[in-house]
């Protein structure tokens, strides 16, 4: 996807797309490729596939936090979804969820080259942020793990009615099904399932979940625990 491609694909979607989004997004593509060659950030390297699979998949969530007040992205990497979702929300706070210190360095670099306000690298671990009362209206997990597991690192990190959006491939469906008692322990309804085919024909299935009730205390667990036994 060429710059003028995703340009183009934004505006079909009525994403923002103007000189200043994609100006940003330029700037954003050039440090990644530049840090990749020192630091594993994406195994994505090709700088039109970075665009179609990074950028344009990430601000497919536009609609879904456009209005919103705060968004947390839990286990961010390089950033997506939540850097070209501030891009275009420059209203949004937006904090990026890490425990990778070099990949929380590159993000930090990132909102400072791009003059990001309302933007924030938080390192450390979505279950232990969770218990220190982190919250806010919508929580993405973008590429970190199944649904079982993602699931209990994210909604305790949701306000009350909040979203939780977990970003998935061809296989969403399923892991929904497997995931339904780890939902209902911790709160999540199923509000809206989102199928999405990229250009290259990749399919995308972005599950969108309401907390509907409190999450029980005791979650979210230690991570190895939550790796070992998921609900």
Do not use: W
């Not at 797309?17 to 100006?23: G, K, T």
């Not at 630091?39 to 936090?65: C, G, Q, W």
């Not at 949004?92 to 929380?104: G, I, N, R």
Request: glycine letters at 6%; a positive charge; aromatic letters at 6%.
């Amino acid at each position: 996807m060429t710059k003028e491609e995703l340009k183009q694909k934004l505006e079909e979607k009525g994403i923002p797309a103007d000189e200043e989004v994609i100006s940003k997004l330029e700037m954003y593509l050039s440090m990644i490729s530049d840090t990749n060659k020192v630091m594993n950030l994406t195994a994505i390297t090709d700088p039109e596939a970075i665009r179609e699979k990074h950028f344009y998949d990430s601000l497919l969530l536009y609609p879904y936090v456009k209005d919103t007040a705060a968004l947390i992205d839990v286990g961010t990497g390089a950033g997506f979804p939540g850097i070209p979702l501030k891009i275009v929300c420059p209203d949004l706070k937006v904090t990026l969820l890490d425990a990778t210190k070099k990949k929380c360095d590159f993000i930090q670099r990132v909102i400072k080259e791009l003059g990001l306000k309302k933007a924030e690298v938080v390192c450390g671990r979505a279950e232990e942020l969770a218990h220190k009362g982190m919250r806010a209206e919508i929580v993405t997990g973008r590429a970190v793990s199944n649904l079982r597991m993602l699931s209990e690192l994210c909604l305790p990190l949701c306000k009350m009615k909040g979203r939780f959006i977990a970003m998935k491939g061809p296989m969403g469906n399923e892991e929904l099904r497997e995931a339904e008692n780890a939902l209902q322990v911790l709160g999540g309804k199923l509000l809206e399932t989102v199928k999405e085919e990229l250009p290259s024909g990749d399919v995308r299935v972005n599950l969108i979940f309401e907390k509907y009730k409190p999450t029980p205390k005791g979650y979210p667990r230690r991570f190895a625990e939550i790796k070992k036994k998921p609900l």
